[in-house]
Antibody, heavy 125, light 107 residues
């Protein structure tokens, strides 16, 4: 069974840092791109970052570049999200999500097929 | 632009058909996927690659995409379909993007 389990969330003061982790199981982890998606209370889904299976390419939402760092350890089947200089507006549930490739007429496309249950980050003084 | 636009809320009578739309320039070039999210739960994939449906999703869910508009149609909406629905795609730089979400109410 494919499973993603996030951890590392909690209550942090503004300006602090956190490192979120996502432990994957049930699939060949290194073969898949991984994403982080967040959802502020009462708000919609907000894509944060993605990393290719090899770890060689990373992507960030423009509004978040600079404070967020995504990384992975394929030997430990884990992906991480480090967040620095936390702001109140970073308060959200952070989801880890797997991205899978699918064949198309002109190549491949990718979509998120599995989500973790999320870890809650609260930034407050 | 990599933005995806959805109507904030849509309602449908029980057993009737409803269409949820998503608009954005990126849809002209990249495939869309759709997610259902119920309160307190993680999102669930319902449509991918414009029209494909995971095996566990009921066949009353269908997708379509043309030009800059994608749609998710529920034919014969059930009470359990009441949820938030999000479209998702990407842009040319590899960044992913979600629509703002549509809250579906089944009357």
């Amino acid at each position: 069974e494919v499973q993603l389990v996030e951890s590392g969330g909690g209550l942090v003061k503004p300006g602090g840092s956190l490192r979120l982790s996502c432990a994957a199981s049930g699939f060949t982890f290194s073969s898949y791109n991984m994403n982080w998606v967040r959802q502020a209370p009462g708000q919609g889904l907000d894509w944060v970052s993605a990393i290719r299976g090899s770890g060689t390419s990373v992507y960030y939402a423009d509004s978040l570049k600079g404070r967020f760092t995504i990384s992975r350890d394929n030997a430990k089947n884990s992906v991480f999200l480090e967040i620095n200089s936390l702001r109140v507006e970073d308060t959200a549930v952070y989801y880890c999500a797997r991205e899978v490739p699918a064949a198309a007429q002109d190549g491949y496309y990718y979509f998120i097929d599995v989500w973790g249950e999320g870890t809650t980050v609260t930034v407050s003084s | 632009s990599s933005e995806l636009t959805q109507d904030p809320a849509v309602s449908v009578a029980l057993g009737q058909t409803v269409k949820i739309t998503c608009q954005g320039d990126s849809l002209r070039s990249y495939y869309v996927s759709w997610y259902q999210q119920k309160p307190g739960q993680a999102p669930l994939l319902v449509i991918y690659g414009k029209t494909n449906r995971p095996s566990e999703i009921p066949d009353r869910f269908s997708g379509f995409s043309s030009g800059n508009t994608a749609s998710l149609t529920i034919t014969g909406a059930q009470a359990e379909d009441e949820a938030d629905y999000y479209c998702n795609s990407r842009d040319s730089s590899g960044k992913r993007v979600f629509g703002g979400g549509t809250k579906l109410t089944v009357l």
